[in-house]
Structures are given as structure tokens and as C-alpha cells.
């Protein structure tokens, strides 16, 4: 099973940037693409954005504009979310996840709090 690492988050006021990055290892050749849920308080899990091995790039509305999600290099399985200009609704859990076949493999997520 391939396993994932976030690394990044933490407090950053309203306005400001932060860097969330998540690393995998494990049978990589199980990776079809790798992306980004998040999850506020009480509220259910909401797709972020995505990145295909091929580098194509899809995002949630609430974040286009704002967030991006890159890989260092192609043969490099760390995707890195970018977010920009961010906002206290942008507060949550951020899980890292990826995708193979309809199947999904999560990390253990990391904490992101938007100060106003």
C-alpha cells in the first residue's frame, strides 16, 4: 500500500500563503495521480484539487485562483499545494491522497488554520 506524508501546515493570517507538501513512498507504480481533500470542523471532506502523472491540474471553485498543486519532477512522487491569498473558510484538516484505479490511499493529514 503506498503510504503519504504531509508536511506543512500550520497558522497563517487571512491574506497570507503557506506551502502544504506530501511525500509517497511504497509501490508508487500504484499512483495514477495524487491530490488534496480538506475538512473543516463538522463539516464533510471536500476535494481541494488534483495533479495526473501527465501534470494536468483540476481544482475545487472555492480554491481556483488561489491554490496550486506541482510536482518537483516527473519521476518525483511529492506534490506540494501551493495556496495563495487565503481565506479563514480555507481552515481545516488537509489530507493528501492517492489514486489508482478508483482506489484511493490517504495520509494522516495535516492541520491548516486561517487566522482573520
Known amino acids: 500500500q503506498v503510504q503519504l506524508k504531509e508536511f506543512g501546515g500550520g497558522l497563517v493570517q487571512a491574506g497570507g500563503s503557506l506551502r502544504l507538501s506530501c511525500a509517497a513512498s511504497?509501490?508508487?507504480?500504484?499512483?495514477?495521480?495524487m491530490g488534496w481533500y480538506r475538512q473543516a470542523p463538522g463539516n464533510q471532506r471536500e476535494w481541494v484539487g488534483s495533479i495526473r502523472l501527465n501534470g494536468l491540474t483540476q481544482y475545487a471553485d472555492s480554491v481556483k485562483g488561489r491554490f496550486t498543486i506541482s510536482r518537483a519532477n516527473p519521476r518525483d512522487y511529492t506534490i506540494y499545494l501551493q495556496m495563495n491569498d487565503v481565506k479563514p473558510e480555507d481552515t481545516g484538516v488537509y489530507y493528501c491522497?492517492?489514486?489508482?484505479?478508483?482506489?484511493?490511499?490517504w495520509g494522516q493529514g495535516t492541520q491548516v488554520t486561517v487566522a482573520s
Open positions: 511504497g509501490p508508487t507504480a500504484r499512483i495514477d495521480g
Open positions: 491522497y492517492s489514486a489508482f484505479r478508483g482506489h484511493n490511499s
